[in-house]
């Protein structure tokens, strides 16, 4: 790994433990002062996906962010890194959980194509930057409390995303530098199993999640793709699992690859989780085999 990537990732680590601190303040305050705002179980608002909804880090879930019931409001703001041998890609953002009903998130992404800058002719470490502002509405079901039902939780989303590199994508074949995604979230736990399980249908024209545009001179319209995530939570502050994102072709310069994750997240409190994974995404432009490390610290209540 290179010096200024371990040095991102030390600073990682390093807020990973800020939070944990801040963690410990947090709930000495609220002992002496009441009771918190939350009373959602540990790890079942998920954790903060690179598009800022939450869910798990590939995937949004119909799960609303932040530990707010149905009379509260809870909120995150989350920090990620996907370091891979060719690029890396970090993200920043927040989100409010209005509720437990509605979800409202931002992120802003930056990826950094390092060498193959060069080989495109764009220059060495050229970087797209991407902001993508979200919502989403729990529809029916509630993940934790519907124990005694078959039904899960459903939600619904859309994520607005503006890429600020619009020559650069339209000169590669995109139609558009903005876009927005659709989605629909179904969330089921499995309380005594100890298992959550959840799939996603999102409607997309975004290339590579919309880093290189929207659209293209393969397809221009939009199209399913399935998304699925599994966690199992080995304790109250642990969890494991894996993820499965299907991705579109609409570019004949840059093949696309579904992506794929193992993860392992850590949440010693309501106030902070650490999420560290093995992520696959396959092809990005002229690289295959684009495999590494994900890690991603939240912050919140």
């Known amino acids: 790994m290179r010096t200024n990537d371990k040095t991102r990732f030390a600073g990682l680590i390093g807020l990973a433990l800020g939070g944990c601190m801040l963690s410990a303040v947090a709930t000495a305050a609220g002992t002496d002062a009441g009771p918190t705002t939350s009373n959602k179980l540990l790890l079942t ?3 903060s996906q690179l598009e800022g909804a939450a869910g798990g880090g590939l995937t ?6 932040g530990y707010g019931t149905r009379d509260e409001i809870g909120a995150n703001a989350f920090y990620t890194r996907v370091n891979l041998p060719d690029y890396h890609v970090d993200t920043a953002g927040a989100m409010v ?7 409202l998130s931002f992120a802003r992404q930056r990826f950094d194509t390092e060498k193959v800058g060069a080989a495109l002719g ?16 729990r529809l029916f079901g509630d993940v934790v409390l519907d124990q005694g039902s078959w039904l899960p939780q459903v939600s619904v989303g859309a994520q607005y995303k503006k890429n600020d590199q619009d020559g650069v994508v339209r000169f590669v074949g995109a139609k558009r530098s903005q876009g927005t995604d659709y989605y629909i979230s179904a969330t089921k736990l499995f309380l005594g199993q100890s298992l959550l399980v959840d799939g996603t249908v999102r409607f997309t024209k975004a290339n590579q999640i919309g880093i290189l545009g929207f659209g293209g001179d393969l397809n221009n319209s939009y ?3 399935f998304e ?15 993820e499965y994102r299907q991705k579109p072709n609409n570019l004949g310069i840059a093949r696309e690859d579904d992506w794929y994750d193992a993860f392992v997240a850590w949440a010693p409190s309501k106030h902070v989780s650490l999420t ?3 992520a696959d995404l396959g092809n990005i432009v002229i690289k295959d ?5 994900y890690a991603s610290v939240q912050v919140g209540f």
């Open 122 to 137: 764009l220059g060495e470490g050229f970087t797209f930057r991407q902001d993508v502002v979200g919502v989403k509405v």
């Open 45 to 47: 608002g998920g954790v």
């Open 276 to 278: 560290v994974a093995y």
């Open 223 to 225: 199209k399913p793709e």
């Open 289 to 293: 085999r684009q495999r590494g490390l």
């Open 60 to 65: 949004p879930w119909a799960v609303i962010g």
């Open 97 to 103: 959980g209005l509720y437990n009903r509605v979800e």
């Open 228 to 242: 699925a995530s599994v966690a199992y939570l080995l304790s109250r502050h642990w969890a494991i699992g894996a």
